[in-house]
């Protein structure tokens, strides 16, 4: 049988002093409160009191580190999915605020509705919908937890909810260590509740792309 239900969580805040984007670049673990934010994800979907049977996560170490609490309370391995990862971003390792007010980079927001600065959001879109459905059906019974990213998210929210996917990436409801969940009918799936178990207020949260 397939799953019953599947959570899509974010990774907690990232040690990043520089603020910058780190979309795929390797040695952006997790801060001590990052953590403390993942700790709370997992006890939350715990304390929903539901059979976990699957867990996945992105390749990058901030998914990786975040998935360790439902290790640790679930006893599952996870299972790494590369479909799930951050997009790629023309602006990574820069600090946005900054690289928007060069005028050579002015050309790489011409399109935000692609988006011209990173990967297509109808890719995220279809990448997000394959890796869900796969880990949907590979599951015994019970749930399903997903540790991603920000963006793969929000697409997957946006496709879901029918909504066009070109957005601002800066009203994506997504906070770090938020889970947004889904169940599927038939070949139709609906988000049934959104929750953010970790508290972020100071967190610093300016490197998702």
């Known amino acids: 049988m397939p799953a019953e239900r599947l959570h899509l969580v974010r990774h907690g805040e990232v040690f990043n002093p520089r ?91 011409r399109r935000p509705s692609v988006p011209s600065w990173g990967e297509p959001y109808a890719q995220i879109a279809e990448r997000m919908t394959a890796a869900m459905d796969d880990a949907w059906h590979r599951a015994d019974d019970g749930d399903v937890v997903i540790v991603t990213h920000q963006s793969p998210i929000w697409i997957a929210h946006l496709r879901v909810a029918g909504l066009p996917l070109r957005h601002d990436p800066r009203t994506r409801r997504c906070a770090l260590s938020s889970v947004t969940s889904f169940e599927r009918k038939g070949d139709v799936w609906r988000e049934t509740d959104y929750a953010e178990p970790g508290a972020t207020d100071g967190a610093v949260d300016v490197g998702a792309v």
């Open 19 to 109: 603020r910058v984007l780190y979309e795929r670049i390797p040695g952006f673990g997790l801060s001590d409160d990052g953590r403390r934010m993942t700790r709370a994800a997992a006890e939350y979907v715990r304390g929903l009191d539901r059979p976990l049977t699957e867990l996945v996560c992105s390749p990058l170490q901030r998914t990786r580190e975040s998935a360790e609490p439902f290790t640790a309370l679930f006893g599952l391995a996870p299972r790494v999915d590369d479909r799930v990862v951050e997009p790629w971003n023309a602006f990574a390792g820069t600090r946005m605020s900054k690289a928007v007010l060069i005028p050579t980079n002015w050309w790489r927001l």
